[in-house]
Nanobody
Framework: QVQLVESGGGLVQAGGSLRLSCAASKQTFSSYHISWFRQAAGKDREFVAAISRSGGWINYADSVKGRFTISRDNAKNTVYLQMNSLKPEDTAVYYC?????????????WGQGTQVTVSS
């Protein structure tokens, strides 16, 4: 069992920045590929960014390309999501999720989420 805990959310003005963290409970964290998702009120959950277990493969949703950066530090069992040039439409609960197989639609573990609110 891997527990994922997100942190770093908050209220920020449009154009500002936040860095989200996804910390894992186990040393086996480096065995998992990690993705960030978000869900705005009344909307479906959507993919934001993904990083492979080694960090050598990264993918972003078109809506965040050039503004968000995903990275990981396996020594600290943590994945980060640096969010710059934030827009009101980035407001959502952000979740990290872990999967053992890159490309699989199935994620074995999810965090509880952290709220990001961007004011205009």
């Amino acid at each position: 069992q891997v527990q994922l805990v997100e942190s770093g959310g908050g209220l920020v003005q449009a154009g500002g920045s936040l860095r989200l963290s996804c910390a894992a409970s186990k040393q086996t964290f480096s065995s998992y590929h990690i993705s960030w998702f978000r869900q705005a009120a009344g909307k479906d959950r959507e993919f934001v960014a993904a990083i492979s277990r080694s960090g050598g493969w990264i993918n972003y949703a078109d809506s965040v390309k050039g503004r968000f950066t995903i990275s990981r530090d396996n020594a600290k069992n943590t994945v980060y999501l640096q969010m710059n040039s934030l827009k009101p439409e980035d407001t959502a609960v952000y979740y990290c999720a872990a999967r053992g197989t890159l490309g699989s639609a199935r994620y074995e573990y999810w965090g509880q989420g952290t709220q990001v609110t961007v004011s205009s």
